[in-house]
């Protein structure tokens, strides 16, 4: 168990003396003098109450202050570039409608942007019409909830990503939705985080997409709609439990995808509808279990340059493909899953299979050399040759099998 860091509390008791001399501040649009010249009076720890639509080009917030909104108050960017940065520490923005970044191919323009400070906290917002919506760049201990964020539907070059995150640790990202955005959660070189809860639907590339990020957890989020869905590469210790991978369909789309994972959890996850429910490209030591594969077209893609992985007390229904693969599997494990295709026996009534399952039929194999093979997918000469390898293999790999497959579901 790692030990909490010392540093948020020092720098707690460091504001005290400004805390408890803080003041509130009103500021109402149209009253007289400006969000900028009211921002360049307040003091350290100072809350500023907003109320109405605040167009002053963009906003820098350099000091520790928490911007509170009321009765639908924002601030309006007008497509003139950023709309609010923040770059000190210890700054709250919550209750605000933050719109109308330009978008821009040479800058991340964003409707939120905080750099290189330490516990911002941006909650409840309502971000909408952002290029970028929150990005963070070289932050730690970020506090990202409860927020909604709404692109707009335009082509993937004209929109950026919903909650945008580089070079950051310890973040929490909790309780948003995001929706109409290029990828709906971006991660890179992201460290110790915690992502929970948030709903990332119809989003143009993918619900969440993080690469060189480490020791994050994925917990209680849906993914859904999405163009491509879940890609997550070149990362180790990462861990995802309890999400809903749902629907996310195209030609080359899938649930998740794991590519060069190394040290990875993948538990209690749901994958219905999807065109590839779960691929696993050159991953190490990734453990799949008590996973649910309903209703996809492929459940799980393995490759061949995978090792060490397990697949284990797995609900396979439904499923056009359970299992397919691209060359001998000889180094990962596949045991007491539930298949809905097998018709084996359990005489000694232990909940597991007498005889061994082999969920890759002729077809998937052929399928995964020549994918335009698919057009005979219901045909009945295939399904007599997929059969037929199932009962006496010969193109399988020797390796790719359920020794002891379950009976029935082992959850529901």
């Known amino acids: 168990m790692r030990r909490a860091s010392p540093i948020p509390l020092i720098a707690a008791l460091l504001l005290l003396p400004f805390l408890?001399?803080?003041?509130?501040?009103?500021?109402?649009?149209?009253?007289?003098?400006?969000?900028k010249q009211l921002l360049q009076s307040a003091g350290i720890g100072d809350s500023i109450l907003v109320s109405g639509i605040i167009r002053e080009g963009?906003?820098?917030?350099?000091?520790?202050?928490?911007?509170?909104?009321?009765?639908?108050?924002?601030?309006?960017?007008?497509?003139?570039?950023?709309?609010?940065?923040?770059?000190?520490?210890?700054?709250?923005?919550?209750?605000?409608i933050i719109r109308g970044t330009r978008m821009s191919n040479?800058?991340?323009?964003?409707?939120?942007?905080?750099?290189?400070?330490?516990r911002t906290t941006i909650r409840d917002c309502h971000l909408e019409a952002c290029f970028f919506a929150i990005y963070l760049s070289g932050s730690r201990d970020a506090l990202i909830e409860d927020n909604t964020v709404e692109g707009g539907l335009v082509e993937e070059n004209e929109m950026g990503n919903g909650i945008h995150l580089w070079k950051c640790s310890k973040a929490t990202i909790r309780g948003n939705t995001v929706r109409n955005h290029r990828d709906g959660i971006y991660f890179e070189f992201v460290t110790d985080s915690h992502i929970d809860r948030n709903v990332s639907v119809g989003n143009l590339r993918y619900g969440l997409h993080f690469m060189f990020s480490h020791r994050d957890a994925y917990q209680d989020n849906l993914f859904q709609n999405n163009g491509a869905g879940v890609a997550v590469m070149f990362s180790k210790e990462i861990i995802m439990r309890r999400n809903r991978f749902l629907s996310n369909r195209g030609g080359s789309s899938y649930?998740?995808?794991?590519k060069e994972i190394n040290d990875?959890?993948?538990?209690?996850?749901?994958?219905?509808?999807?065109?590839?429910?779960?691929?696993?490209?050159?991953?190490?030591?990734?453990?799949?279990?008590?996973n649910?594969?309903?209703?996809?077209?492929?459940?799980?893609?393995?490759?061949?340059?995978?090792?060490?992985?397990?697949?284990?007390g797995n609900i396979f229904q439904g499923n056009t493909f359970d299992l397919s693969t691209n060359g001998d599997l000889l180094l990962n494990t596949i045991e007491g899953n539930y298949w809905d295709r097998y018709i084996g026996y359990d005489l000694d009534r232990d909940g597991h299979g007498d005889t061994p399952y082999r969920p890759v039929g002729f077809f998937p194999l052929l399928v995964e050399r020549m994918?335009?093979?698919?057009?005979?997918?219901?045909?009945l000469f295939v399904s007599l040759l997929d059969h037929a390898e199932r009962v006496v293999p010969s193109l399988s790999p020797e390796a790719l099998k359920d020794d002891h497959p379950l009976m029935r579901p082992p959850h529901g």
């Open 20 to 35: 408890a001399h803080a003041r509130t501040w009103e500021f109402r649009v149209g009253s007289g003098g400006t969000f």
């Open 58 to 96: 963009t906003i820098t917030i350099d000091r520790p202050v928490c911007i509170i909104g009321r009765n639908g108050a924002g601030i309006d960017g007008e497509e003139a570039g950023e709309v609010l940065v923040i770059t000190a520490s210890d700054v709250t923005v919550q209750h605000m």
């Open 106 to 118: 040479m800058d991340d323009n964003a409707g939120i942007k905080a750099k290189e400070c330490a």
């Open 255 to 258: 649930g998740l995808l794991l």
């Open 264 to 290: 990875g959890e993948i538990t209690d996850n749901t994958f219905v509808d999807n065109t590839t429910a779960l691929l696993v490209d050159g991953c190490n030591r990734v453990h799949a279990e008590w």
């Open 292 to 312: 649910t594969f309903q209703f996809n077209g492929w459940a799980l893609r393995l490759y061949a340059n995978a090792s060490a992985c397990t697949f284990k």
């Open 371 to 379: 994918p335009f093979a698919m057009v005979f997918s219901r045909s």
